[in-house]
């Protein structure tokens, strides 16, 4: 089967800095000056993706040139995603196909300190003759 799908994934919202609050007032010209500091947040990563799947019979003229899915999803602490929902439709058709290859895909979880955690990521699928 020819290979219609192929994926990048945007990870904008993975790093969430932490300031420190200084305790003096913010006039107190000793006060320090708040640092940043990093979560230490590690990117999910695919560890295994899955094609869309087409009916049999399908017109393969029907298969677009070129088109984008976006969807928002979280990957849990075992690599698996869960709560999966479009944020950038292309039609409800490709959207559902979409879907139902992603339910399927695996990911190395997120870690923070290296332990596992759910993160919050934005996947974009793009379909391709």
Do not use: C
Not at 4 to 20: C, E, G, K, Q, T
Not at 80 to 91: L, R
Not at 94 to 117: E, H, L, M
Request: no cysteine; hydrophobic share 45%.
């Amino acid at each position: 089967m020819r290979r219609i799908l192929a994926i990048s994934l945007l990870l904008p919202s993975l790093f969430f800095p932490a300031v420190a609050n200084a305790s003096n007032p913010l006039d107190d010209a000793s006060a320090p000056t708040p640092a940043r500091v990093s979560t230490g947040v590690v990117a999910p990563v695919i560890l295994d993706a899955v094609n869309l799947s087409l009916p049999t019979g399908f017109n393969q003229e029907f298969v677009p040139s070129d088109a984008q899915v976006s969807l928002a999803l979280i990957v849990d602490e075992k690599g698996q995603p869960q709560d999966i929902h479009v944020v950038k439709s292309y039609n409800p058709f490709w959207d559902a196909r979409v879907i139902d290859a992603v339910r399927q895909f695996r990911f190395k979880p997120g870690t923070v300190s290296n332990q596992p955690v759910p993160v919050d990521v934005n996947l974009t699928v793009n379909i391709a003759r």
